[in-house]
Nanobody
Framework: QVQLVESGGGLVQPGGSLRLSCAAS????????MGWYRQAPGKQRELVAS???????NYADSVKGRFTISRDNTKNTAYLQMSSLKPEDTAIYYC????????WGQGTQVTVSS
């Protein structure tokens, strides 16, 4: 059974940092393109950052220079380091593993508020 489990979300003040983790089981993450998506209340889910199986990264303009996506294939885990967080970053963050099949995690809440 394939599982993607996100962790690391929480409440943080504006300007703060969080690191999200996405631990995979049932699949070998190294062959998958990984993505972090987010969905704020009343908005569509959007791609925040992605990293290919070869290590190429892409970011949404809104997070460039503040977020960093990475992967540790030895731990079968992907990460999203988020810095200089803003209230508009508040959302549920989802991990996605994409190859021939798409796999999604259950999401982790990130709230940026003073």
């Amino acid at each position: 059974q394939v599982q993607l489990v996100e962790s690391g979300g929480g409440l943080v003040q504006p300007g703060g940092s969080l690191r999200l983790s996405c631990a995979a089981s049932g699949i070998t993450l190294s062959i998958y393109n990984m993505g972090w998506y987010r969905q704020a209340p009343g908005k569509q889910r959007e791609l925040v950052a992605s990293i290919s199986s070869g290590g190429s990264t892409n970011y949404a303009d809104s997070v460039k220079g503040r977020f960093t996506i990475s992967r540790d294939n030895t731990k079968n885990t992907a990460y999203l380091q988020m810095s200089s967080l803003k209230p508009e970053d508040t959302a549920i963050y989802y991990c996605n593993a994409k190859s021939l099949i798409n796999h999604w995690g259950q999401g982790t809440q990130v709230t940026v508020s003073s």
